[in-house]
């Protein structure tokens, strides 16, 4: 059974940085590609990055230059480095992976920015 568990949301003031992390069992991230997904309130779910299984990585737009994905393979973890948040990145953050055919979403971590 495949488990992710988002963590590191928080809130924080508008310039200031956090870093999430989504620790997977069950499942190997090296191998699989991992993606953050935000959902803001009134909103569908959005893609925010993605990490495939040979590193390489993709943002959204509105992320490019100041969200970082990477992966930690020893710790089985995926991070998301987020900088110079704006009001606009409040949301619920979420990973996921496909593994064996099935999507496996974590419960989410909120993300607040607001002076």
């Known amino acids: 059974q495949v488990r992710l568990v988002e963590s590191g949301g928080g809130l924080v003031q508008p310039g200031g940085s956090l870093r999430l992390s989504c620790a997977a069992s069950?499942?190997?991230?090296?191998?699989?590609?991992m993606n953050w997904y935000r959902q803001a309130p009134g909103k569908e779910r959005e893609l925010v990055a993605i990490?495939?299984?040979?590193?390489?990585?993709n943002y959204a737009d509105s992320v490019k230059g100041r969200f970082t994905i990477s992966r930690d393979n020893a710790k089985n973890t995926v991070y998301l480095q987020m900088n110079s948040l704006k009001p606009e990145d409040t949301a619920v953050y979420y990973c996921?992976?496909?593994?064996?055919?099935?999507?496996?979403w974590g419960q989410g971590t909120q993300v607040t920015v607001s002076s």
């Open positions: 990490i495939s299984s040979d590193g390489s990585t």
């Open positions: 069950g499942s190997i991230v090296s191998i699989n590609t």
């Open positions: 996921n992976e496909w593994y064996g055919g099935t999507l496996y």
